[in-house]
């Protein structure tokens, strides 16, 4: 049973750490992330990967919520504010009410990440996804289509930015990710492990509708913009998702949707 | 060629229509909408639909912008202003530094847009859908795999609303829709015209990987939350997106872009 206090003093150095989320989120926040909003709090207290350290909970809101909190750990401990304290802490108005501290386990070497799934795995590497929208709806198509990891070069942002695990519905806190090292080369290690790999491209060679995929394989996906880098094209198979003359748009996290469905739901049956 | 002037004063009358952007853009706009931003300038400038009445852009991209413009008619004036003076203008940062009013020809009503529509047809149904971010996404896919007209009940917010149109990268100005009478029954009126009807459901009865479709088809989206009416799930076909077990949670327009893709590309070899 977690220990409830009771905050009513918005400098309570009890809290500080949930004071100026948005600001706080922004810089280094060494394996700590803030969940945000009942969905990604029920990810979290059911997590294997993370712990929870503490949370933030609007007096309305917490008497509801004690029955999932009860089984927590008798250390941690669960704040209760009035809204207007709440708002206060955390720098702009809370309409969720609720905001909780987790604490990340090691994250794996990308290395490591693949070289413990199986026969039949299915992966997705990002690279240069700066938007923490598209890196959350990535990480919640990931989720919803049984992706087995993440990888993510250098130049991606956080899937544990407090906006990105939002928008994933708490997906990013589920589905194992690894960030490479600057310079390392994500191809070569897909084919050390066996991995088909696919490109998507708008000038892409195969469209994506009746692709039989490969037991193993990885979907590699760039910004909407400039893409996936040449140099990566031209060592993958590259795919197309052909669209209607004059309108040649999709966003990469619906992307990623149409893709992983694919390759999760109608290749399997090729 | 159109007629530009110097604006550099934010109270000047002749730009008070771009006063306060965010406010103005929540409330009555009387057939009127607000571009943002290169991209949807080229659509708007380009459309056949609809009519640009006036433009209000920074000056840094001004000249760049110009040959663009130059086709326009005489009698449509555009307001060059600092980034400064522009900001003061808009209420906010206004990074983007294009702003352009355009002006809608009459709706048509939904009957007149479907009786319009070939023998081979897709259309989209949109069932409470109120946030411009998925409004906009939607579109964009809708775009994206040429769906050929959008239909919207009562209840749906504005595919016109200035984020609207920016998230769909310009598709709400290109793809035609038609609002629904309140109370009026879309199933019977897309059942009289011959199409066949698909509601997106989790429950729903047949997976979409491997379905077939009819020439005059339409696909029915509702909320994340609550999905579709009871009352419209029984009177149509039931289609559902499987999931891994666990998650079961899709965003809608990442749905729809699923199922668009689906019906666009993957039925027609069927």
Redesign the interface.
């Known amino acids: 049973m977690p220990q409830f206090f009771r905050i009513d003093d918005p400098d309570d150095p009890r809290i500080a750490a949930y004071r100026d989320v948005r600001e706080r989120d922004l810089v280094g926040r060494d394996r700590q992330f803030m969940a945000e909003g009942e969905v990604v709090l029920n990810v979290l207290v059911a997590s294997a990967r993370h712990r929870m350290a503490s949370a933030l909970i609007v007096d309305k809101r917490l008497e509801r919520l004690k029955p999932l909190l009860t089984d927590l750990p008798d250390e941690i401990p669960i704040y209760g504010a009035s809204q207007a304290v709440m708002d206060r802490i955390a720098g702009f108005p809370m309409h969720r009410g609720i905001l909780a501290i987790g604490e990340c386990t090691d994250p794996p070497s990308a290395e490591a990440l693949l070289e413990g799934l199986g026969p039949r795995a299915l992966v997705v590497l990002l690279v240069g996804i700066a938007n923490h929208d598209n890196m959350g ?1 990535i990480f ?2 990931a ?4 992706a087995d990891a993440v990888l993510l070069d250098a130049t991606c942002c956080d899937p544990l930015y407090r906006k990105a695990i939002r928008v994933s ?1 708490g ?1 990013s806190l ?1 589905v194992p990710f690894a960030r490479l090292a600057t310079g390392q080369d994500p191809v070569a290690l897909l084919d050390r492990c066996g991995f088909e790999t696919l490109s998507l491209s708008p000038a892409g060679a195969t ?4 692709l039989a995929r490969a037991p193993r394989v990885a979907a590699l996906f760039g910004t909407e913009g400039p893409g996936l880098p040449a140099e990566l094209l031209t060592r993958t198979r590259t795919i197309a ?5 004059g ?5 990469v ?3 990623s ?2 893709v992983l ?2 390759l ?3 290749a399997q ?1 090729a």
Chains 1, 2 share one sequence.
Do not use: W
Not at 207 to 210: D, E, I, N, R
Not at 247 to 251: I, K, M, Q, R, V
């Open positions: 709806g919640r198509n989720a919803a289509f049984g519905v997906a589920m469209p994506l509708a009746g998702i052909p669209m209607a003359g309108f040649d748009s999709l966003n996290a619906t992307t949707g149409i469905h694919h999760a739901c109608v049956e």
